[in-house]
């Protein structure tokens, strides 16, 4: 009789890969949008009369509430059921770009990075969830983490390209119009092709409402105080406070956990050594990612003359590299090597790239400084993100895969706004130090000592690569294991 279960079988694999697509395009949505106004925003700020101190509220309004949010927007997911909060997240999105895609005022356009960055955080770990819970067939399973890791790995670079041709060929909107498409197609997708993950009733109501204020709170106060230091400097009061405060509201988040019977957090999901040791990983891998895009950005643009187009384009080699290492050898690679034999691979890969950085001078040439770390990096970045995003949501239960997906995202997210604050001061100190000593207003100088500043910073990400690489060899043990995943599979639902 198994013949006639053929068909049905062919057509549930078709529904999976199917459903793939959309979570695919929601995650790349939202990784993108961290960057694609990053080009745009020198208009904006003109159109719409914003002054150069609030400016950057384009910017950190999204990463605040993205941040701020993740873990109750993955706890959200698990109570009230994934497909539900992944498609009100998608449609809240799209809301949410149009009114900043119409803003007239500088506040409209704060307000709705800050309500995307809001949905994002319902979104994310939703996607991460639905994909971990939809393919537990060990092959299908590493071919669709190799495609979603390298959607975490590019989409940054992705955004820089995208906002780089919507503002020179179109308009600074069309960076926030351009999602609301996407996002309605993507709702539409969810509706037909995910599974309803039915929620039992005595769970629904059941949210760690203290947690919630600890954790949101806490993570808040980090990325606010992470993003400010870029202004400020680490040694401003307002900075040191808000880190301090933010650690002390996640310390005391641990306590609450410990107590509470229906945790926002569940503390083995990050005791779990293997879990851990990705979040960690991916944490500090996004430092020195963030840290190469802050400076390769500025480094073509305002050292080499780049038009924002051209700087775009530069980045699309890493963004190849990164696509072909995740699912052309990684997700070959996860269900017969232990995942440590591909992070930490990648990780030195990674520092590799940083390190031929190091030489950067005013006329280094774009094919013999650039590219080859582009391409180091890259490769680095599609082995750590694929088995680290796999591990994330490994033998997790059905119930708690939107908490464990909100950790490595907010891993994520806090460490792309530590990397970006942390190595941006360092380049400004280093650069003001240097000018001190020589001629500060030949424009030939001011170039050197910007790029001296990288040079020293890149220095920095490639220690923090290479503590990562040794992080991830002592915490990072898993061997793959046949049917491994398939524990994750809902009883409730057959997707």
């Known amino acids: 009789m198994s013949h006639l279960h053929a068909p049905e079988d062919r057509t549930a694999a078709s529904r999976r890969w199917w459903a793939l697509a959309v979570i695919a395009i929601a995650q790349l949505m939202i990784v993108l949008d961290a960057t694609i106004v990053n080009i745009a925003l020198p208009s904006a700020q003109k159109d719409l009369g914003i002054s150069d101190a609030n400016r950057q509220w384009v910017i950190t309004a999204y990463t605040l509430a993205f941040g701020g949010l993740l873990l109750l927007g993955g706890r959200i997911g698990d109570l009230f059921g994934r497909k539900r909060t992944f498609t009100i997240g998608l449609l809240g999105f799209a809301v949410a770009s149009a009114i900043g895609g119409l803003a007239t005022e500088g506040w409209m356009l704060f307000a709705a ?23 537990t067939d060990p092959k299908e399973r590493s071919t669709a983490f190799g495609v979603f890791g390298a959607i975490a790995g590019c989409g940054a670079a992705i955004g820089l390209i995208s906002g780089g041709l919507l503002t020179e060929y179109l308009d600074w909107r069309w960076c926030l119009f351009v999602n609301i498409p996407i996002a309605l197609g993507a709702a539409i997708g969810a509706f037909y092709l995910l599974e309803r993950d039915h929620v039992e009733k005595q769970h629904r109501t059941r949210l760690d409402l203290p947690g919630a204020l600890l954790g949101c709170g806490g993570l808040l106060a980090i990325v606010y105080g992470t993003s400010e230091a870029t202004g400020r400097g680490w040694g401003d009061w307002l900075v040191i406070g808000c880190l301090v405060l933010g650690v002390l509201l996640l310390a005391a988040l641990v306590m609450v956990e410990k107590r509470t019977t229906h945790p926002l957090l569940p503390l083995h999901i990050i005791g779990d050594r293997n879990r851990g040791g990705a979040a960690l990983a991916v944490g500090m891998a996004m430092i020195g990612m963030f840290g190469l895009f802050l400076f390769l950005t500025y480094y073509l643009q305002v050292i080499k003359g780049y038009s924002p187009v051209m700087a775009g384009v530069s980045f699309l080699p890493m963004t190849a590299a990164i696509i072909i290492a995740s699912t052309g050898f990684a997700a070959r690679m996860m269900t017969r090597v232990p995942s440590r034999n591909l992070v930490v691979p990648g990780l030195l890969l990674a520092a590799a790239g940083m390190a031929w950085l190091i030489n950067l001078k005013v006329d280094s040439s774009y094919l013999t400084m650039v ?6 990096l890259g490769f680095g970045m599609g082995l750590i993100f694929m088995p680290t995003m796999s591990l994330a949501t490994l033998g997790v239960a059905p119930n708690e895969t939107g908490a464990a997906s909100a950790v490595i995202n907010t891993a994520q997210q806090v460490g792309g706004s530590i990397g970006t604050a942390l190595l941006n001061t360092i380049a400004a100190s280093v650069t003001t130090t240097y000018l001190v000593s020589r001629n500060a207003g030949d424009p030939l100088v001011q170039a050197q000592g910007a790029v001296h500043g990288y040079s020293v910073a890149t220095v920095v990400a490639m220690g923090i690569l290479l503590a990562a690489a040794v992080i991830a060899f002592l915490m990072i043990d898993h061997k793959p294991v046949p049917g491994e995943a398939e524990a994750e599979q809902p009883v409730h639902a057959a997707i």
């Open 113 to 135: 990075r800050a309500l995307q960055g809001a949905f994002g955080a319902v979104l994310a770990p939703s996607a991460l969830s639905l994909l971990s819970t939809t393919f």
């Open 371 to 376: 590219l080859p770390s582009e391409l180091l």
